[in-house]
């Protein structure tokens, strides 16, 4: 039997789902080890989990816009990270539906491996690359804030701090990914700039710094973790998303 990892201790149910299934928040370092067993344990790769995580974004965001996705403009901010790499898959699941939508990258030299492998699959559908970033912003009915995620490390700055302002002026929509860009995933501090989204399709697991206040409303993606993980985690976990790939969270009050 597998001992649960000695790196990291349950947070205890603090979101619940609609049908009632309680779900654990987890800190920065609980996600990381999530993410480290996955990826060197168990599986899924890193290359699964980023095209399950652009799915279930490219979806919540055709939710957000309902009977109008398909004359939408969609503009998708993308960091060089995990993260942006799963705002790149999104916006390639868009294009592959003749949305009109365009990726603004923050740091276009600094996209790891399996980000850039998004970009270069993105680039074959119609889907454009912004070439300058503010003007990307003018009709855009939905914005998809993928610049950050859970590894905010001090306040942004640099490009991305201009494309967070520019989201925060801008009238469209905003859905992140994971976690609004310039909140800290643990304790929800905000060092500096923050983008205001209309909701937070979070990947996995809640992370502990969420709240309706920062987030929005709260999605929770299924991006194909499977139960041995969190049992060697020793979380409490039960599967919340029963026959779909996302479901509505709330906060558990006084949890």
């Known amino acids: 039997m597998t001992k649960p990892s000695q790196s990291t201790q349950p947070s205890g149910p603090q979101w619940i789902t609609g049908s009632g299934v309680k779900v654990p928040a987890v800190t920065e370092a609980q ?26 974004l490219a979806l919540a965001a055709i939710g957000m816009l309902e009977d109008d996705w398909r004359e939408a403009r969609v503009l998708v ?8 790499g799963g705002g790149i898959c999104a916006a390639r699941h868009l294009a592959n539906r003749n949305v009109d939508v365009t990726v603004c990258l923050a740091d276009a030299e600094r996209l790891g491996e399996v980000p850039s492998f998004q970009l270069k ?11 300058s970033a503010q ?15 859970y590894s ?7 490009i991305t701090a201009e494309l967070i302002g520019w989201a925060n002026e801008c009238e469209a929509a905003v ?4 976690i609004p860009s310039g909140v800290e995933s643990t304790t929800g501090e905000t060092p500096g700039i923050v983008i205001q989204p209309s909701g937070t399709l979070t990947l996995a697991l809640p992370k502990t710094g ?22 060697r985690m020793g979380l409490d976990y039960e ?17």
């Not at 080890?33 to 980023?50: S, Y």
């Not at 993308?78 to 942006?84: D, L, P, T, V």
């Open 175 to 178: 859905l992140s990914l994971d």
């Open 210 to 231: 969420l709240n309706e206040t920062n987030a929005g409303d709260v999605i929770l993606a299924d991006i194909g973790i499977p139960m041995g993980v969190y049992r």
């Open 152 to 158: 905010l490390r001090g306040a942004p700055g640099g």
């Open 77 to 84: 901010l993308a960091g060089s990270g995990g993260n942006g």
């Open 239 to 255: 599967n919340p998303f029963d026959n779909r790939f996302s479901v509505p969270i709330s906060p558990v009050v006084g949890g």
């Open 31 to 56: 996600m990381r080890e999530v993410d480290r067993i996955a990826v060197e344990e168990t599986g899924p790769n890193l290359f699964q989990m980023m095209e399950n995580a652009g799915r279930n």
């Open 135 to 149: 003007p990307a912003f003018n009709g855009a009915n939905i914005i998809l804030d993928a610049l950050i995620g």
């Open 121 to 131: 699959v993105y680039k074959e559908t119609a889907g454009a690359v912004a070439k």
